[in-house]
């Protein structure tokens, strides 16, 4: 190259040994701190050459920059991933750590003190229960309190119950307020009284009173019902809770007015009693005849407005789930406690009393509108409790009518579908 026999030579011993571009480059690897110096150094080295294009220039000096940068990556550590640590997070808490064989890179010295850092501890994964879940349990055991008074009157043999008030009462409406009043009940009587309806409000004040006529001798076996309820002008009322007392003489004789605070109870639906039927059983085998006679029941639950019902008795003949025969007493109307003394026979074989079972339902006639179950029950082999012993006691004494009281029970959807649809379903078949 020409303008390399320009420059001027020195001897080692005048001047020191003028460097070379690859000797610096050498060791600006060694120190890649110094890259700014080095590329001043290779611009003046430039500056004794023919002029350089300013594109070549820059390409150079790109060139040397991403080589600098490129060896200060390599001589730094890797910095490890963060998927690391969320890996962490999700290993077992009761993960023992100190057995893990983590190399010799992570071995720590004796001399070295433990510390938290890295450990799992346990204590911070507990799972802290929300306050408005324990508040919610407890809302659900207690939703206010009501306050009414006891006293009985001798001259007309009744107890007369004064309902005063309730207090802190649960929000039903959107509004934040509820529209509360409350039933009463002496039970077993079926016989109903209601307050009168207080607007938006959860401290209501009733101040009402009610008069049951019932013999003294009488009392230690009855139980007062009280059941407050939300009103609710364009859909189903409500059930804000109940409250029953078991025991009339807890406090006192009742022989003066007796005040009484007790806690309402949550409750979804009226927990009374719905009444009991009394029927028998006789099975003929030679004649593979079954007879169940409806006697009467007692203390039915009121299903219309006046505070009576108009009850008749559903009997139907269930074979391995299907529903073969169905037959029905007279209705008896406003009534409580109707008498039957009706006959249902069903003509069963012998081999198959083991398949079958009666459901009984206790219905409201109603003149407009589909009919309302009172209550069912049912017997049989496959029944449960007193359903179940009722029919073996039966098939262990044939010909002989076995006859047993039975308390009604609340019937499940899918039998309250089943119902609706024989009542609305054509009669093809002539059940007697």
């Known amino acids: 190259v020409p303008w390399r026999t320009k420059a001027p030579f020195l001897s080692p011993s005048l001047s020191p040994p003028q460097q070379t571009p690859v000797t610096m480059a ?37 060139h040397f920059l991403r080589r600098t940068q490129r060896m200060q990556r390599q001589t730094t550590e890797p910095a490890s991933s963060t998927r690391h640590n969320s890996f962490k997070r999700h290993l077992p808490r009761q993960m023992q750590v100190g057995s893990l064989d983590l190399g010799n890179d992570y071995m720590v010295d004796k001399d070295e003190k433990p510390t938290s850092i890295g450990r799992i501890q346990p204590e911070l994964y507990q799972q802290k229960v929300p306050e408005s879940e324990d508040s919610s349990n407890d809302s659900s055991k207690n939703c206010g309190k009501i306050n009414f008074s006891l006293k009985y ?7 007369l119950v004064n309902i005063l008030k309730a207090v802190d ?27 009168r309806v207080h607007r938006k409000t959860l401290n209501p004040t009733f101040s009402e009173s009610f008069q049951f006529p019932v013999p003294y001798d009488e009392l230690a076996a009855r139980k007062l ?9 364009f859909s189903r009322h409500d059930m ?15 022989s003066r007015e007796t005040n009484i605070w007790m806690d ?28 169940l006679t409806v006697i009467k029941c007692r203390n039915l639950k009121a299903m219309d407005i006046t505070g009576y019902s108009d009850p008749y008795v559903k009997v139907s003949l269930i074979c391995d789930g299907r529903r073969l025969k169905k037959k029905k007493t007279s209705i008896k109307k406003n009534t409580l406690n109707p008498t039957y003394n009706e006959a249902i026979i069903f003509d069963i074989p012998p081999d ?26 049912r017997v049989g082999c496959s029944a449960e409790g007193l359903g179940r012993d009722h029919w073996n ?18 019937p499940k959807k899918s039998e309250k579908e089943v119902s609706l649809r024989m009542d609305y379903s054509v009669r093809v078949y002539d059940f007697g």
């Open 225 to 233: 019902h009280m059941s407050v309820f939300d009103f609710d002008r």
């Open 393 to 410: 006691e039966m098939l262990a004494y044939p010909r002989k009518p076995i006859a047993h009281w039975h308390p009604l029970l609340e």
């Open 352 to 377: 198959s009393m083991d398949h079958v079972s009666l459901h009984i339902s206790v219905m409201d006639y109603d003149l407009v509108g589909h009919n309302e179950i009172i209550g069912v029950m």
């Open 264 to 291: 309402i109870q949550y409750a979804t639906s009226e927990s009374v009693d719905l009444g009991e039927i009394m029927f028998s059983l006789c099975y003929l085998p030679t004649a593979g005849r079954l007879t």
């Open 153 to 159: 009157d001798y001259e007309n043999e009744s107890l």
């Open 240 to 254: 804000i809770g109940e409250v029953v007392m078991e025991n009339l003489f807890e406090t006192s004789d009742l």
């Open 169 to 195: 009462l649960p929000a039903k409406d959107l509004c934040g307020t509820s529209d509360p009043y409350v039933k009463v009940y002496l039970l077993p009587d079926r016989k109903k009284f209601q307050t």
């Open 26 to 62: 050498t060791e600006k690897v060694k120190d890649p701190m110094g890259s700014i110096g080095f590329l001043e150094a290779a611009v003046k080295i430039s500056h004794t050459s023919p002029d350089i294009p300013t594109d070549v220039q820059l390409s150079m000096r790109e």
